[in-house]
Nanobody
């Protein structure tokens, strides 16, 4: 089992950047693929980006390609989401998630953080 805690959310203007972090508990972080999802008010939770256990493979939603990147530091049990060129439509609660296989679907992850709010003002 793994516990996840996100941080780094906040308010930013259109075109700005934010870096989210997700810290994981336990000594088996490197055995988990990590994903980021987001959920805006009144909308379903949607896939944003994910990285494999080693960090060698990534998957992106079309809406964030070229703007968001994911990285992980297995020595520090942390995964990062770098968000650049932010748009108002990126406004949502962002969640990190973990499971042993990389997936782009929420059902593919058993472990979730509590979420962090990202608000992009126009």
């Amino acid at each position: 089992q793994v516990q996840l805690v996100e941080s780094g959310g906040g308010l930013v203007q259109t075109g700005g950047s934010l870096r989210l972090s997700c810290a994981a508990s336990g000594r088996t972080f490197s055995t988990y693929a990590m994903g980021w999802f987001r959920q805006a008010p009144g909308k379903e939770r949607e896939f944003v980006i994910a990285v494999s256990r080693s960090g060698g493979s990534t998957s992106y939603a079309d809406s964030v390609k070229g703007r968001f990147t994911i990285s992980r530091d297995n020595a520090k049990n942390t995964v990062f989401l770098q968000m650049n060129s932010l748009k108002p439509e990126d406004t949502a609660v962002y969640y990190c998630a973990a499971d042993h296989l990389l997936s782009t679907a929420p059902i593919g992850y058993r472990y979730w953080g509590q979420g962090t709010q990202v608000t992009v003002s126009s």
